[in-house]
């Protein structure tokens, strides 16, 4: 059964910086690429980032550009989010979603989804 | 960057009828990167429906996508209790960002 935990989630203060993960199981991790889909309170979702199958490429969304980054250790079958400079506007649950494909372009759909990992930006 | 509108942006039905929901992108794209997904409340996004038609794996046979172009809709024959969620449209192919719609929230009447 494919797997994705999420975990690293919490509360910072803006201008803040945290790391997180998603550990994945169940399948060859490094056949396929990642992505990080986040969702605000009580809005709709957002694609954060993704990165491909062997590392070596990765996207972001303009809202987080310079200021996220997205890396994956393949010997551990895991992805993580590093998350700096945040923002209020940063609060959301974070999803870890597997694509059904290795590259990022064109891109795959996304499944399964991890549980998600909440962020909150506060003061 | 395509913009995808779903509509209408919530709706309240009774258990056993018929509905539609509409996804409709800014511009022409290839059906085969149209996505579906459902979220239930407190639950993590699910997989329904990829390449605008096909079911996802053990998808029951009552949700249908169809489309093309810039129009896509789902389609859920029958209503059961566990399908009143929130439901998004995605478009992930070509290159990022793979934007979502803003949802549809399918509400119990």
């Known amino acids: 059964e494919v797997q994705l935990v999420e975990s690293g989630g919490g509360l910072v203060h803006p201008g803040g910086s945290l790391r997180l993960s998603c550990a994945a199981s169940?399948?060859?991790?490094?056949?396929?690429?990642m992505n990080w889909v986040r969702q605000a309170p009580g809005k709709g979702l957002e694609w954060v980032s993704g990165i491909s199958g062997t590392g070596h490429t990765a996207y972001y969304a303009d809202s987080v550009k310079g200021r996220f980054t997205i890396s994956r250790d393949n010997s551990k079958n895991t992805v993580f989010l590093q998350l700096n400079s945040l923002r209020a506007e940063d609060t959301a649950v974070y999803y870890c979603a597997k694509s059904s494909i290795v590259v990022l372009v064109p891109g795959g759909y996304f499944d399964p989804w991890g549980q998600g990992t909440l962020v909150t930006v506060s003061s | 960057e395509i913009v995808l509108t779903q509509s209408p942006g919530s709706l309240s039905l009774s258990p056993g009828e018929r509905v539609t929901l509409s996804c409709r992108a800014s511009q022409t794209v290839s059906s085969n990167y149209l996505a579906w997904y459902q979220q239930r409340p407190g639950q993590a996004p699910r997989l329904l429906i990829y390449a605008a038609s096909t079911r996802a794996t053990g998808i029951p046979d009552r949700f249908s996508g169809s489309g093309s172009g810039t129009d896509f809709t789902l389609t859920i024959s029958r209503l059961e209790p566990e399908d009143f969620a929130v439901y998004y449209c995605q478009l992930f192919g070509d290159s990022p960002p793979y934007s979502f719609g803003q949802g549809t929230k399918l509400e119990i009447k």
């Open positions: 169940g399948f060859t991790f490094n056949n396929y690429a």
